[in-house]
């Protein structure tokens, strides 16, 4: 491996991942990022990769035709991918086939191809326990899927607002190498692996709460996984060995200090951010509890339920997660109580400059190439730079070890 750690970015959105790359202690260079948003015309979210990368090869072009044009030599691939079904099934010509638009089947068509020897993949949390009528097949197709192509893998499950970040927001995190070229943990038995994994130097922990192991080897194939995978959900930290696994549940532990939603707030901001009578009206509705019947498809009847919200952010603590739908009157967007421009007291909504901060991007990173509307749904879809930024610098730290 060279010095520079060459990165390719997929699912790049407003670079998330390049940004956390370039803020990483590690020696990485991202050579190459794809994002394409389906279904539109106005590719925003590569409007702001644009903006902010110049020097590295941009491409906005859906997934299924960019992944004939990656560069041919790169050591790591990165992206958060969605979390979609990844059943498989035997072809008529008895190759296996996953369902068509699985954005994971163009990932591992990759691996094949290329061989990078790291991949760093981020997930809802979600994917541990997919699909609910058979907790965790999803993930383990993707393992299967990762030992069969060669690599070996440790996953942790982190809420960045656990770690000292200004968001609470769970992402599973997915680090994978070569087992033939990095003897990464090899020499470890599989619990050691556990304790002395990539994340630990980064991600200190109080204790393991649970432990379960699954050999991946008595399944002969991934349709072998998809039709008969029976071990349950996957839990929040986890280390795949020759197919052998090890999972646990964890107390994280930190001792830095922890930010809070009011350190990122803006001292002023424009009148346009408040929110009218009406709509404050519809706010206490939408976060107030609320009992709904409805029918289920086999015309089952049920009540939906939700509990009550606060309308107000308590910004003394990190905040709620940040979904795509923030730039709307939601029930899951924050608002916080500040003074306007005539010195009177009211509700607001947060600044697409405060999404970005929350997710600790650097300021303005999405503005001038889209509408605000689009700023807040793009910092919805990314991730805690910062967090991701300490993930890499763990993931170079074993690279050098293993380099000496
Ligand atoms: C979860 S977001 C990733 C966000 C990113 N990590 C960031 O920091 O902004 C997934 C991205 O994949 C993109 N995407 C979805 N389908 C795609 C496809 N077929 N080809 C390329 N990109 C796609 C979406 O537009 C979205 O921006």
Redesign the pocket.
């Known amino acids: 491996m060279s010095d520079k750690i060459k990165v390719v970015e ?10 956390a790359l370039k803020k990483s202690k590690g020696n990485y260079e991202v050579i190459f990022s ?5 279904s539109t015309k106005n590719q925003f ?1 590569f409007n ?1 990769l644009n903006k902010n990368f110049k020097k590295h090869i941009l491409s906005n ?4 035709f ?1 992944k004939e044009k990656l560069p041919n030599d790169f050591d790591l691939l990165v ?4 979390c979609q079904d990844y059943s498989v099934a035997t072809t008529n010509s008895k190759g296996i086939e996953g369902k068509k ?1 699985v ?1 994971w089947w ?1 990932i591992s068509w990759i691996l094949e191809k290329h061989k990078p020897n790291f991949v760093f993949l ?1 997930n809802v949390d979600r994917l541990l326990k997919s699909p609910s009528n058979k907790r965790g097949r999803d993930f383990a197709i993707i393992l299967k899927d990762l030992d069969e192509k060669g690599y070996n893998v440790e996953w942790m499950n982190i809420n960045a607002g656990d770690y000292g970040y200004v968001q609470r927001r769970r992402r599973v995190f997915i680090l994978a190498w070569r087992k033939e070229k990095l003897n990464i943990q090899k020499e470890l038995n599989i619990s050691d692996a556990f304790h002395k994994g990539i994340f630990r130097k980064g991600f200190k922990v109080k204790k393991f709460i649970l432990e379960k192991e699954i050999d991946l080897n008595i399944f002969s194939d991934k349709v072998d996984v998809t039709e008969n995978y029976n071990y349950g959900k996957f839990l929040n930290f986890g280390v795949m060995i020759d197919g052998k696994i090890i999972s646990g549940d964890f107390v994280p532990l930190f001792k830095g200090k922890q930010k809070k939603l009011k350190d990122i707030l803006e001292d002023k901001v424009d009148d346009s951010y408040f929110l009218t009578e009406e709509q404050i009206q519809k706010i206490s509705i939408l976060k107030d509890s609320k009992k709904i019947p409805r029918t289920k498809p086999n015309g089952e009847k049920y009540f939906y339920s939700e509990g009550k919200m606060s309308i107000l952010e308590n910004i003394n603590m990190p905040s709620r997660t940040m979904l795509t739908s923030e730039g709307t009157i939601n029930r899951a967007s924050h608002f916080i109580e500040d003074t306007n421009s005539k010195g009177i007291k009211g509700i607001r909504r947060i600044t697409p400059l405060e999404a970005e901060r929350i ?1 600790g991007f650097t300021d303005n990173w999405t503005s001038d190439v889209m509408t605000e509307r689009q700023r807040y749904f ?2 919805g ?3 805690v ?1 910062p967090l991701v930024a300490k993930i890499a610098d763990c993931l170079s730290e074993k690279n050098n070890e293993i380099k000496k």
């Open positions: 997929l699912f790049a959105g407003v670079g998330g991942f390049s940004l794809n994002q394409w948003e389906p979210a702001a072009e859906d997934i299924q960019a992206g958060g991918f969605p638009g954005l163009e981020e997710n793009c910092m879809n990314a991730l730079v």
